[in-house]
């Protein structure tokens, strides 16, 4: 009788420790504001760069003095963020909330875009400078880096994300790890209890 005692109490202790860890574990966030940061500001990188793609091409081919001035505005506006998101994914931002320990993989993606992005800053911060001509050579720069530019940044958008994935999987699969004995534990002492009310027969 008393060896039960001591079974069901151990039992009891047990499954109140994995409620609390379970509790502690579901307040947990999933996901750290950084690495969802991290993956808004990778996503609108392509963004901000079909924007300047577009901007240059209405500077050289439209006429129209609203849209120039329009275009140039959205430039002067677009371009500064596009560098220094583009910089902090290469070495960490604090201020950008973006981590300098990003996983190697997408590290190496990040500086394989890094010598399309070079050529394509230097061609809009020379169109820039001279709003009056536009000159067809740094148009071109852009227009020949424009795509391999966005298609890396895409592969790191979706490696990146595969990652954040990886980790949910993980969440859960130790969220099941908790959860299952604990239910287990619970079965098993309504069972005892059952047990103990039923009646003996004599």
């Known amino acids: 009788m008393l060896k039960s005692k001591v079974i069901t109490r151990f039992i009891a202790g047990l499954g109140i420790f994995l409620f609390i860890i379970s509790i502690a574990f579901e307040a947990l966030p999933l996901m750290s504001d950084t690495t969802i940061g991290t993956f808004r500001l990778m996503t609108r990188q392509r963004v901000f760069e079909q924007s300047i793609v577009k901007n240059a091409l209405i500077l050289y081919y439209r006429p129209s003095l609203s849209e120039r001035s ?10 500064p963020v596009w560098e220094k998101v583009q910089i902090g994914l290469q070495n960490g931002s604090p201020s950008l909330g973006i981590s300098s320990n990003l ?81 287990l534990i619970c079965l098993g002492l309504l069972f005892r209890m059952k047990v103990r009310q039923r009646p003996s027969t004599v």
């Open 70 to 79: 329009e275009a140039i505005s959205e430039l002067q506006t677009t371009l």
């Open 103 to 183: 996983p190697s993989d997408v590290n190496t993606l990040i500086m394989q875009a890094q010598p399309d992005y070079v050529y394509l800053d230097a061609a809009v911060h020379q169109i820039l400078a001279h709003t009056g001509s536009i000159d067809v050579v740094q148009l071109s720069i852009i227009l020949q880096h424009d795509q391999p530019y966005y298609v890396a940044m895409g592969q790191t958008t979706n490696l990146f994300q595969e990652h954040i994935q990886d980790a949910t999987k993980i969440y859960f699969i130790i969220q099941l790890c908790i959860s299952m004995p604990l239910m």
